[in-house]
């Protein structure tokens, strides 16, 4: 079983719709989540980070689930511009060698 | 805004050949990493740093080494490059002193092509 899990998509919505990825990630101790978007042939960057009590930011928001050991991303009223992969992230401990990524969830956001 | 940059977008080269994959970061940031990236694989660490002259296995070391002579530079050679060694390469680094919740900023990323 990977280490993180993503459902690799891709995820094909109208303008407007609200859309939900969840990420499952395997070590219990895991400490930090975070979402990155990868847009086509562009690095990755940070779109926020997951915390207990979930946040949201703007149309994002993001949750955590620790019981079940997944976190998840809705977006509200999607635009073409959240067109882009979304990476989750989880760190296992205070190491960077414990960071991994997710293989990403696609989405497309259609007119 | 943190810079990280990578020294080839786009490079081809041919089985046996030594490949150097350049970073350069100018945030001072003490870790630095090298991903590859592959379709339906997501990002693997092949190697970082977590200082000058400071370096750790990730994933997927075989066939890769490194250097980091200084702070700013991180490099990714390929001493024989062979064509299972094709892929988006992706740099970058992190500022360790804001623990878990350090960003981790990228360079755009180097595509190889091994012929």
């Known amino acids: 079983r990977k280490e993180v899990e993503q459902d690799p998509g891709p995820f094909n919505v109208p303008e407007g719709a609200t859309v939900a990825f969840n990420c499952t990630y395997s070590n219990s101790a895991s400490q930090s989540f975070f979402w990155y978007r990868q847009d086509c042939r562009k690095e990755p960057k940070l779109l926020m980070s997951v915390y207990s009590s979930g946040n949201e930011d703007g149309r994002f928001t993001a949750q955590l689930n620790r019981a079940s050991q997944y976190i998840s991303l809705l977006i509200r009223d999607s635009k073409l511009s959240d067109s882009a992969t979304y990476l989750c992230v989880v760190i296992s401990s205070g190491s960077a060698r414990q960071l991994t990524f997710g293989s990403g969830t696609q989405l497309t956001v259609l007119p | 805004d943190v810079k990280v940059t990578q020294s080839s977008r786009y490079l081809v080269k041919r089985t046996g050949e030594k490949v150097f994959l350049e970073c350069v970061q100018d945030?001072?940031?003490?870790?630095m990493f090298w991903y590859r990236q592959d379709p339906g694989l997501g990002l693997r660490l092949i190697y970082f740093s977590y200082d000058v002259k400071m370096k750790e296995k990730g994933d997927i070391p075989e066939g890769y080494s490194v250097s980091r002579e200084k702070k700013e530079r991180f490099s990714l050679i390929l001493e024989s490059a062979s064509t299972n060694q094709t892929s988006m390469y992706l740099c970058a680094s992190r500022d360790p002193g804001q623990g878990n919740t350090g960003e981790l900023f990228f360079g755009e990323g180097s595509r190889l092509t091994v012929l």
């Open positions: 945030m001072d940031h003490e870790n």
